[in-house]
């Protein structure tokens, strides 16, 4: 019976560790490389955009962090929500980054 129960487990895990390989980026975001951070504020190329009271910021590990933990630069996706504050952001790996860049130079 101990062996059953740690193979189910071994299944479990396994599972679950498969199903944050990938996360889902959205496409109707804007892209910004080297956004800064100064809570409440995200400078995004020439723009400046305020956090919404309810912004989610989501790590590289798809971890909703605080603003106080996002990196001073990072390379993010950004969603606005109905007033032009900043509802969503996306911190990027290195490899998401440049995916996003590459579909840049394609528009």
Excluded at 15 to 27: D, I, V, W, Y
Aim: charge should be positive; glycine fraction near 4%; charged fraction near 20%.
């Amino acid at each position: 019976m101990r062996y059953i129960g740690a193979g189910v487990a071994l299944v479990v895990t396994l599972s679950a560790s498969a199903g944050f390989a990938a996360r889902s980026l959205p496409n109707d975001a804007q892209f910004a490389e080297d956004a800064q951070f100064s809570y409440p504020y995200v400078k995004a190329g020439k723009n400046t955009l305020r956090l919404a009271a309810s912004a989610r910021i989501y790590s590289e590990h798809n971890l909703i962090i605080m603003p106080a933990a996002a990196p001073a630069k990072a390379s993010v996706l950004l969603k606005t929500d109905i007033n032009g504050e900043v509802s969503r952001v996306w911190i990027l790996t290195h490899d998401e980054a440049q995916a996003f860049k590459e579909k840049e130079k394609e528009k």
